[in-house]
């Protein structure tokens, strides 16, 4: 984790210092070492959040793009009493969960169910298969064209096989990252995809983003569910004759 309570205040690591678990309440010590991203680690095997795995550097850089108190955000369903912790909560009520590894889909729908208004984040670069799937995008997606003017909207037919099999019947909007963990940073800009939920005109809603431009749009709070929805409307509503690769 990448925050832990400090006498009262949630707090980054720092050597030496002692924090706990604001989820279980056990004790944590900070991994502050010159490799990898600096961290909270439980320091016994805990009863914490059922949802919780071992994280990558590549998880915990996604989660330090966000203002510390978006990050970690303890979530209780009063009704129920369930607990969880997300990985980014906005004030805008999105929740955005951060995938690396693979997530049964039993526990995947448990997460929708529970967040209701969330985005993922997928490491597509995880399985090289992945990655070499969506390196033709270009010539698998063609572009809505709206009154002669470029959208950045794709439309495809063949949602499994540019994307993992596993995501693409998500009721959320999944972004998946083909950058992954190793990537290099002083490179040209490569685009996330982020796969609309459900159909449209029967195939399925694909936008390119850079990785600034989603950041932009979730810290701007600009992307939601009902952001999504009324653009998958929009679509929906046009007529498709203009349409290139």
């Given at each position: 984790m990448l925050t832990a309570d400090v006498n009262g205040s949630r707090c980054r690591p720092l050597p030496g210092a002692v924090g706990s678990c604001p989820f279980?309440?056990?004790?944590?010590?900070?991994?502050?070492?010159?490799?990898?991203?600096?961290?909270?680690?439980?320091?016994?095997?805990?009863?914490?959040?059922?949802?919780?795995?071992?994280?990558?550097?590549?998880?915990?850089?996604?989660?330090?793009?966000?203002?510390?108190?978006?990050?970690?955000?303890?979530?209780?369903?009063?009704a129920t009493g369930e607990r969880h912790i997300a990985d980014v909560h906005t004030l805008a009520g999105l929740t955005v969960e951060f995938q690396h590894s693979h997530l049964e889909p039993n526990e995947r729908r448990a997460r929708e169910t529970f967040y209701k208004n969330m985005l993922w984040i997928v490491d597509g670069s995880r399985l090289e298969g992945n990655r070499k799937k969506i390196t033709e995008w270009r010539n698998k997606?063609?572009?809505?064209?709206?009154?002669?003017?470029?959208?950045?909207?794709?439309?495809?037919?063949?949602?499994?096989?540019?994307?993992?099999?596993?995501?693409?019947?998500?009721?959320?909007?999944?972004?998946?990252?083909?950058?992954?963990?190793?990537?290099?940073?002083?490179?040209?800009?490569?685009?996330?995809?982020?796969?609309?939920?459900?159909?449209?005109?029967?195939?399925?809603?694909?936008?390119?983003?850079?990785?600034?431009?989603?950041?932009?749009s979730i810290l701007s709070e600009r992307l939601n569910m009902n952001s999504v929805r009324g653009i998958m409307q929009n679509v929906a509503s046009l007529r498709l004759g203009g349409r290139r690769r």
């Open positions: 279980c309440n056990s004790e944590m010590i900070p991994r502050c070492g010159e490799v990898r991203v600096h961290h909270w680690a439980h320091k016994s095997k805990a009863d914490c959040d059922p949802w919780w795995e071992p994280e990558t550097d590549w998880h915990r850089n996604w989660k330090n793009e966000f203002p510390l108190r978006w990050q970690e955000y303890l979530f209780t369903d009063h997606l063609a572009e809505i064209i709206q009154n002669q003017h470029r959208t950045n909207l794709f439309l495809t037919d063949n949602a499994d096989d540019l994307f993992p099999a596993n995501w693409t019947n998500s009721p959320a909007p999944v972004c998946f990252d083909y950058m992954g963990p190793k990537a290099d940073s002083s490179s040209d800009p490569q685009p996330l995809f982020l796969l609309y939920p459900e159909t449209v005109h029967r195939k399925r809603l694909v936008e390119p983003l850079t990785r600034d431009g989603l950041l932009r």
